[in-house]
């Protein structure tokens, strides 16, 4: 049977794949040949992280010392480059491997203890609701509006109606969109018809498209008829989509690293723009060093298999990863062996545009956050207090967002330089 781009659509919708905002309308002449701009990776650890287990590390004199922050001694923490590295496995291979890239900032005040507007300031850049996440932001911002220009895996994803995130749930899915009209969609000589009468059909469809779209006076019904269309012009980027596609997707207990694998498969394709990937498992109230430690282990590597990918696919060097949390974990342990929330966090970064080698921000030995001169970004007592509202500022100027509507809409802290060397 032949699909009708509308079964493909319910297909979509069905798979948790289709536009889940309305979006504005797109012209029709959607581009779908490999994006060669920046790709934007944003990875959330969610649950709110213990910076004092990777980046910003904070062990204990000696067994007798009172409250300490970590169990681990001060002696064990590593020094690789620039970098002060929590004794946890795996830890030292990732911070060798990036120590040229790698920016690092601590000391960051996410302002809240609460899951949820932890994680929207932390991925916005603002704590006011219905703010969009700066991938949206970029995605919305690119003049190119491939077919899946923000892919989401969770996090925070709010668009503000700015543009539609898109899931991809499974390579059979976007390989059934991409040949609808193979009776099976991995073997390209499987037609239904012959390619003169495919194509006669699809003029068909598009004429009966474009007329109703034209004649059409309700503005809502207009809308969802564009989209139709765009839906139906987006079939070379499916396929391109498709070709670079593994076979099957990673099927190891690290979700990190099948959401790589389509996201970098995405950005090759030039069909993404941004994507946010998601790892759970960091909201430790109880039996903090076992489970927490296990968690940002598999961050770890998942973040590195990424980039394994990316450099599989040759899309390294245009990609920015942002690494962040809802907020951290407090400095000391409660009856459970466990730590509850505290709001002082880090965020990671690297990518083209960013001065990696560097840790700019710092925490006490209690992890208060300590104040910087705006100027130098050195600590100073009658310094400002970074927030991710000046991350965020930052990291707009870096995607050319200044001036935007959208960016205008949704102000943010100030950008003080920290991706600068």
Same mark, same amino acid.
């Given at each position: 049977m032949l699909f009708?781009?509308?079964?493909?659509?319910?297909l979509l919708s069905a798979a948790g794949l289709a536009a889940t905002g309305l979006g504005a309308y797109r012209r029709a002449t959607a581009q779908t040949t490999p994006e060669a701009g920046t790709c934007w990776l944003f990875v959330?650890?969610?649950?709110?992280? =213990?910076? +004092? /287990?990777?980046?910003?590390?904070?062990? *204990? %004199?000696?067994?007798?010392?009172?409250?300490?922050?970590? @169990?681990?001694?001060t002696s064990d923490i590593l020094d690789i480059g620039p970098f002060r590295v929590a004794p946890v496995d795996g830890h030292a291979a990732f911070f060798e491997r990036f120590q040229r890239d790698l920016l690092v900032i601590n000391g960051i005040d996410a302002q809240t203890n609460s899951h949820e507007v932890g994680t929207r300031h932390t991925w916005s850049g603002t704590m006011?609701?219905?703010?969009?996440?700066?991938?949206?932001l970029i995605a919305a911002a690119s003049p190119a509006q491939p077919p899946l220009a923000l892919l989401s895996n969770g996090g925070y994803d709010v668009t503000d109606g700015l543009v539609a995130p898109t899931r991809l749930p499974s390579t059979s899915t976007v390989m059934a969109m991409a040949y609808p009209d193979r009776v099976s969609e991995s073997d390209p000589n499987s037609l239904?018809?012959? =390619?003169? +009468? /495919?194509?006669?059909?699809?003029?068909? *469809? %598009?004429?009966?498209?474009?007329?109703?779209?034209?004649? @059409?006076?309700?503005?809502?019904r207009a809308a969802l008829l564009g989209q139709l269309q765009v839906a139906r012009s987006d079939d070379g980027a499916l396929a391109a989509l498709a070709a670079v596609l593994p076979p099957s997707l990673d099927t190891s207990s690290n979700p990190l690293r099948k959401q790589a694998?389509?996201?970098?498969a995405c950005f090759k394709a030039g069909v993404s723009v941004s994507a946010t990937l998601e790892i759970g498992g960091f909201d430790t109230h109880g039996d903090h060093d076992r489970t927490h430690t296990t968690a940002m282990q598999a961050l770890v590597a998942g973040v590195m298999f990424a980039m394994d990918e990316a450099e599989r696919h040759g899309i390294a060097d245009r990609l920015v990863v942002v690494i962040g949390s809802d907020f951290a974990r407090t400095p000391w342990y409660n009856e459970g062996n466990g730590k509850d929330h505290w709001s002082i966090t880090s965020m990671l970064a690297l990518g083209p545009g960013i001065a990696g080698g560097r840790?700019?921000?710092?925490?006490?030995?209690r992890q208060n956050p300590v104040r910087l001169d705006p100027s130098?970004?050195?600590p100073a007592e009658?310094?400002?207090?970074?927030?991710?509202?000046?991350v965020h500022a930052s990291l707009r100027a870096l995607a050319g967002l200044e001036g935007s509507d959208a960016a205008a809409a949704w102000p943010v802290g100030d950008d003080v330089g920290l991706l600068e060397a």
């Open positions: 009708d781009r509308r079964d493909v659509l319910r959330h650890a969610a649950g709110g992280w =213990d910076p +004092t /287990l990777l980046c910003d590390p904070k062990g *204990r %004199a000696s067994e007798t010392t009172p409250d300490p922050v970590n @169990t681990y001694a006011s609701p219905g703010a969009p996440a700066l991938a949206a239904l018809f012959p =390619d003169a +009468t /495919l194509a006669r059909l699809a003029q068909a *469809r %598009a004429d009966r498209l474009e007329r109703l779209r034209t004649e @059409t006076t309700l503005p809502r694998q389509v996201a970098m840790v700019v921000g710092a925490t006490d030995e130098t970004l050195l009658d310094g400002i207090r970074l927030t991710a509202g000046d």
